[in-house]
């Protein structure tokens, strides 16, 4: 990219940190156009010097420095004038840096910063605690430290921009406005391992003020300016803005005095507004949607649909592909949006659901089938000998042998999806907590689902289930199976909900709901653990089992559908990080983002939280485009 049309400028002063070595990555980063152009850590200026913008506010909270451009602005000849006395020699170095330079003249400070600078060791700032400046000389054999013609085009420049003392704070607050371009260049993170990152850095820049600075960002997005940031490429750094750009650029050190050091890993942090996803949570959720038969169902993301709409409502797509449906109140919001759904989840408790109120637009359960199932007789006593004392009365296991029974018997594939579904619904409304981790009535709390016969319970979810179907013009499925063998390339959304990894988290649905994923497989293909008190059956194997499994599973899936919008949920409390999650997205989809959403789960995912349910954390919406 073309920097500027003007004369070279070169900063003035030599700075620690300076990006003259990164003004190519800088400028294929700066927008077509902006407004005012805001460096609040202005330093050496080099980003400034080399755009030389039109308006500009250039800002540092060291008062020497900002006298030395001031100066430059009000008496360019007198600085000058005022350097052709001094000479490059280490006696006359060292009788100028003895001097004070708050009791100088403005202009004599300002030529005594710019000689210091020039001819001290590799142009450091370095004061000690009485605030004199004490970095040795640099013995460099060119006499020569300053060129006036240079100082006079960059006086020139400095000229057009307000020149302000302050707090980087104080400058965002005071001076930002929409479309503006800030170059945020703070202090940077130590990388050694050995650092100790709440002390201050030398500029004395507390991993806190990282912290806040952060904060300044998201703010600053939130007024829809143009944000270009530089830091230490440090997981501190990566974390703090992971819900954006960031590139890894291989950068040189110049100040080390060892060789293997000269070497580093700055971060390039990029926000544009006009890549910015505002979360309107002023839009509603179809009425449709409270249609859907409620569900204690572990991980339900029925509580996020609001976000889902107000991001997803901001992108073109047609089709949707929920590759872990789970309790399917996803795939139903969106087919309730007038999307046409492809529902998918490998297990057959969840298939049976989505059957039958996402796949199937018409068809109803009628009042008297519903008391025909109720009435059958059963083939076998299955559950009345498998599961005696462990679960239900033994009343209630003989029903659950006849609705297995007469359920399986119906030739239409959506009634008998209706049925199978209010089955496993009136079983688990009438266990405590739903879950069947436990044998006996552990948890009973009094609830009336607990009083409730199974058999009102069956009829209840029929007439619940019958409530939530409708048509929505569109051809939408069902499908059981591993979301990676599902293929569908025609460009949509995949919304990507798979069980959250945690070392503390209990993630397997199987676990918990092994006894009605039996049902709805009718035990076809499993093994039950006879040796178990629960009567459970293995787990189905699942690469999200583990860290390194998730990181790669969610890598083959971004991977497998990178034509597609992807939209993923994920917890704060689960691995992959998001940092993690956002550098595997980067590398399939151009655009990426992250929504940060508080939020509390029906269930405790973590092993110390799993019997109480004060598990708040922060789901995060990650989007793909």
Request: proline letters at 5%; charged letters at 25%.
């Amino acid at each position: 990219m073309v920097r500027s049309l003007h004369k070279v400028i070169r900063p003035p002063l030599k700075w620690v940190g300076g990006k003259t070595q990164l003004l190519d990555e800088l400028f294929e980063r700066i927008p077509k156009s902006f407004g005012t152009y805001i460096e609040p850590f202005f330093g050496g200026g080099a980003l400034f010097f080399a755009l030389q913008p039109k308006k500009a506010v250039i800002a540092d909270s060291n008062p020497e420095l900002i006298n030395f451009y001031n100066q430059l602005v009000l008496s360019v000849d007198q600085v000058i004038a005022e350097l052709k006395t001094l000479e490059n020699t280490e006696k006359c170095f060292y009788q100028v840096r003895a001097l004070d330079w708050s009791t100088l003249s403005p202009s004599l400070a300002a030529a005594r910063t710019l000689y210091l600078n020039r001819t001290c060791f590799n142009g450091l700032y370095r004061v000690n605690k009485k605030g004199q400046f004490n970095v040795p000389y640099g013995k460099y054999k060119k006499p020569h430290f300053f060129e006036r013609e240079n100082l006079l085009r960059a006086a020139e420049l400095l000229a057009k921009a307000r020149i302000v003392l302050g707090d980087y704070k104080t400058v965002l607050q005071q001076h930002v406005n929409e479309s503006d371009l800030i170059f945020l260049d703070p202090p940077y993170l130590p990388i050694s391992e050995n650092s100790d990152f709440k002390r201050y850095t030398k500029e004395q820049f507390y991993l806190n003020d990282h912290e806040e600075l952060a904060q300044e960002v998201r703010k600053l997005e939130e007024k829809h300016c143009h944000v270009i940031l530089t830091n230490s490429n440090h997981p501190v750094v990566r974390e703090q803005y992971a819900g954006y750009k960031v590139d890894v650029i291989q950068t040189k050190r110049h100040i080390s005095c060892r060789g293997t050091t000269r070497t580093g890993e700055d971060i390039i942090v990029t926000v544009s507004p006009s890549e910015v996803f505002r979360i309107n949570l002023i839009l509603p959720v179809p009425e449709q949607v409270q249609n859907f038969p409620p569900t204690r169902f572990m991980g339900s993301k029925a509580k996020l649909l609001p976000e889902i709409l107000a991001v997803t409502s901001q992108m073109k797509f047609k089709q949707v592909i929920d590759l872990f449906a789970g309790s399917g109140v996803v795939s139903y919001f969106f087919k309730c949006c007038g999307k046409q759904v492809y529902s998918n989840d490998y297990m057959a408790m969840s298939t049976a659901l989505t059957k039958a109120v996402i796949e199937n637009n018409s068809v109803c359960l009628l009042p008297h089938e519903t008391e025909r199932l109720l009435s059958g007789k059963a083939e076998d006593s299955f559950v009345a000998d498998t599961f005696k004392g462990i679960y239900f009365s033994d009343e209630d296991n003989q029903l659950i042998d006849i609705l297995r029974t007469t359920t399986g018997r119906m030739r239409n594939e959506y009634k008998k999806a209706i049925a199978l579904s209010a089955l496993i619904r009136a079983c688990v409304k009438k266990r405590p907590r739903g879950i069947f981790t436990y044998v006996g009535e552990r948890y009973n709390d009094g609830r009336k689902d607990l009083t409730l016969s199974l058999a009102d319970h069956f009829r209840l979810a029929v007439k619940a289930i019958n409530n939530a179907v409708f048509d929505n013009g569109l051809a939408n499925s069902s499908r059981m199976g591993d979301a990676m063998s599902f293929e569908n390339n025609t460009p949509g959304l995949v919304y990507i909900d798979p069980p959250y990894y945690s070392p503390f988290s209990d993630n397997e649905y199987v676990r918990r709901y092994h006894f009605v994923e039996g049902l709805a497989r009718n035990w076809e293909g499993v093994e039950i653990q006879t040796n178990t008190v629960t009567k459970k059956f293995k787990s189905y194997p699942t690469p999200f089992s583990s860290k390194s499994g998730s990181s790669e599973a969610f890598e083959k899936l971004f991977e497998k559908f990178q034509r597609h919008i992807l939209v993923v949920s994920y917890s704060s409390n689960s691995l992959p990080t998001q940092a993690e999650i956002l550098d595997l997205l980067r590398k399939y989809k151009k655009k990426v983002r992250v929504f940060p959403i508080d939020y509390k789960y029906s269930f405790g995912n973590q092993g110390h939280k799993v019997d109480d349910n004060r598990n708040s954390v922060q789901e995060y919406l990650f989007v793909g485009e």
